[in-house]
């Protein structure tokens, strides 16, 4: 017999019930595999709670004395312009993932419903250009940088980071909208609606939630890819983003290692709130009804 | 106006021919069905007809016009799909008015005409409901509604109600067959099910292998078929089809000789090809419904492996000597006959079909009239 927190074995599908021992092996591979992926943020929180000296006393005490939110407040005063970097962070990550909506969208509802000669290659050249990391291609690109008059500029940040993100989002959303079914398109042209019509009022409503999905792994990996090509194109201390930024609080004695991890969350929040904020949108089912499965 | 004409139109794919040469022509407000075994080119007749497909060759006229390169929505033609095809993320109303919003038609015009049609289909409770929240059956009307909104003059049907239940279907049918007296439009209807062909057309394509096998109304093709393929597709359980040796042709027919028994069936045997039809191998058909227990004009022994009891009907399968595909037998109510026993059956020369080498018929003497229901003027 199960544990009493679970479900009644009588109410539970045949499928789902497990014996005593199989739920705590379960539970406790979920403990374990948490365990490994939380322990730097919950270690990292610890830290931003601890006063500086605190963090070199030994032995070492995982949990703070006397912690406080201190670091919290007074990272803003060592590091004046760190609200800047934020909004760097913010701003680049969100003009990317801008751009590549704008550019991915109709390309992938393009493989996704039309046929054309070389659209195979064309789509295998997507998948090779992005097992290249944007770190294999940085001198070649900073050097177009350079001729171009780019550097230490937004777009350098902006336009490589997108670029990069295009081809895993068109394969990403062209299988979300190979699933829309074809009649619905044919319907349309029935009743007379031209192509970009039936795109328009057809099928970017029912691929919203394929959308918000590219949306959200845009914005996570423009976020996090921004550091290298911020650290190469970049040397303009007021164009920093985020990752960059952190390198204020490495002095040139020491790493004021509470606030820096104050920072690091203070930073990620934002971009949290932006995520959440998408996910609201993520409906499934959205095609219930549309042609009998 | 609403007239369609097909001249010899061919579709092929690649080197693959699915419609050969197809013409016909389908007159104003007639309720015509394509019937035929899947893979026959009917869909794909329909969907050229509809403007979805580029036809290869012939012509598709209407109304005098040929549209073969004109856009679905100017050829005057409305489509139902097979899956409804309806816009999910529109309610109701939405979906009926799509057609005129493209039209960009004014707002209250739209609701006038969306009004209008979910009248017809009795929808006004559901107008603002998602399509996902209706049944099969309502989700079939408002696809419909969808068609009907734009006041086409022809409707194209693809197999509508495959995807619904029997019982369900059997509703629709009636309320198809009531939108097409009440609209007076000319209706393609596409379907595999010959119970829906019998009961709503005014005419029957049928289609074989993408050649038109025959066309006629639903009693014409029961009574005279043109060939062993329309007789066996047309009824239900398919006729029996049995190798006789003619013996002998007159004016009242061909007389036959059937397990040794004479038979005069009475068929019209052109007068040139008499001499050369006699002691030839001929096809006998007979349906299972015409064939009775006890004695009769053909009688014959058999033995038959399963019985079906239907209450309505009682079904019998025999195997035949040399034959691969088993006789069938339907005798109206219950009958106390058992398997694996040997039981007589008869049928009558007046109910049977007599088909040539290659399977084409020759026509029965009966007057198709006092068969079928009068044509309304």
């Not at chain 2, 794919?13 to 389908?26: A, H, I, R």
């Not at chain 2, 009917?42 to 390169?69: C, P, Q």
């Not at chain 2, 191998?281 to 004009?297: C, F, N, Q, S």
Request: glycine content about 8%.
């Amino acid at each position: 017999m199960a544990l009493k927190l679970f479900k009644k074995d009588q109410t539970r599908a045949m499928i789902d019930r497990y014996s005593w021992a199989e739920l705590v092996g379960i539970y406790v591979g979920i403990a374990l595999f948490l365990f490994f992926m939380l322990a730097p943020f919950i270690e990292g929180f610890l830290v931003s709670l601890k006063p500086l000296a605190q963090l070199f006393s030994s032995p070492y005490s995982f949990l703070p004395e006397n912690g406080s939110f201190e670091a919290y407040r007074t990272m803003w005063v060592s590091v004046p312009s760190f609200g800047r970097y934020i909004f760097n962070s913010l701003l680049i990550s969100t003009i990317a993932t801008i751009i590549v909506l704008i550019l991915v969208v109709p390309a992938a509802y393009a493989f996704a419903r039309f046929k054309f000669k070389g659209m195979a290659m064309v789509l295998a050249a997507f998948l090779a250009v992005s097992m290249f990391s944007g770190a294999v291609l940085l001198i070649p690109l900073f050097r177009l940088m350079r001729t171009l008059g780019l550097l230490n500029t937004y777009f350098a940040m902006i336009v490589p980071g997108a670029a990069f993100l295009i081809p895993s989002a068109i394969w990403l959303l062209r299988t979300y909208m190979m699933r829309i079914p074809i009649e619905l398109n044919e319907a349309a042209y029935m009743d007379g609606a031209s192509q970009f019509y039936t795109f328009r009022r057809v099928i970017l409503p029912i691929a919203r939630p394929g959308i918000i999905v590219v949306a959200i792994m845009t914005f996570i990996g423009a976020y996090a890819q921004q550091f290298i090509f911020a650290l190469t194109f970049n040397s303009k201390t007021e164009f920093m983003p985020l990752p960059v930024g952190l390198f204020a609080y490495f002095g040139k004695q020491e790493v004021i290692w509470n606030e820096l991890m104050a920072a690091s969350f203070v930073g990620i929040a934002p971009a949290m709130v932006i995520i959440f904020f998408l996910q609201r949108y993520l409906v499934g089912g959205l095609t219930a009804g549309a042609i009998k499965q | 106006m609403g007239q369609l004409s097909l001249k010899n139109v061919v579709k092929t794919f690649g080197d693959f021919e699915v419609v050969k040469g197809v013409s016909l022509d389908v007159h104003e407000g007639e309720f015509m069905v394509f019937v035929g075994p899947s893979g026959c080119g009917k869909s794909t007749l329909l969907r050229m007809i509809a403007g979805l497909e580029h036809t290869t060759d012939g012509d598709i006229v209407i109304d005098g016009k040929r549209v073969n390169d004109l856009a679905p929505v100017k050829r005057g033609i409305a489509m139902v799909f097979q899956s409804y095809a309806l816009y999910p993320h529109m309610s109701v109303y939405e979906n009926i008015a799509f057609p005129l919003r493209v039209e960009r038609a004014p707002e209250d015009e739209i609701r006038k005409k969306v009004e209008a049609a979910a009248a017809i289909l009795h929808l006004e409770s559901r107008l603002k409901q998602k399509p996902g929240n209706l049944s099969g059956g309502q989700r079939q009307r408002v696809a419909i509604g969808r068609a009907i909104v734009r006041e086409p003059e022809i409707f194209l049907f693809d197999e509508p109600l495959s995807n619904l239940d029997a019982a369900l279907r059997a509703d629709m049918r009636l309320e198809l067959t009531r939108l097409h007296k009440q609209l007076g439009a000319t209706m393609v209807y596409v379907t595999h099910d010959q119970v829906e062909a019998m009961t709503m057309a005014d005419r029957i394509v049928v289609l074989n292998g993408g050649y038109i096998a025959q066309v006629g109304a639903p009693l014409e093709l029961y009574h005279k078929p043109q060939n062993t393929f329309v007789a066996g597709f047309i009824g239900n359980p398919r006729m029996n089809f049995m190798p006789v040796k003619c013996v002998a042709v007159s004016d009242t027919g061909a007389e036959i000789d059937f397990n040794g028994q004479k038979l005069t069936i009475a068929v019209d045997v052109p007068a040139d090809q008499r001499t050369a039809l006699i002691g030839t191998k001929v096809t006998l058909g007979i349906r299972p419904e015409h064939i009775a227990i006890g004695p009769g004009d053909a009688v014959m022994t058999i033995r038959p492996t399963v019985i079906e009891h239907l209450g309505q009907q009682t079904l019998g399968y025999a195997a035949l000597p040399d034959r691969e595909e088993n006789f069938c037998f339907v005798l109206t109510g219950t009958q106390i006959i058992k398997d694996d026993q040997d039981i007589q059956v008869s049928f009558s020369a007046a109910d049977c079909h007599l088909f040539d080498v290659d399977g084409n018929a020759f026509e029965r003497s009966v007057e198709l009239s006092a068969m079928t229901v009068p044509a309304q003027t």
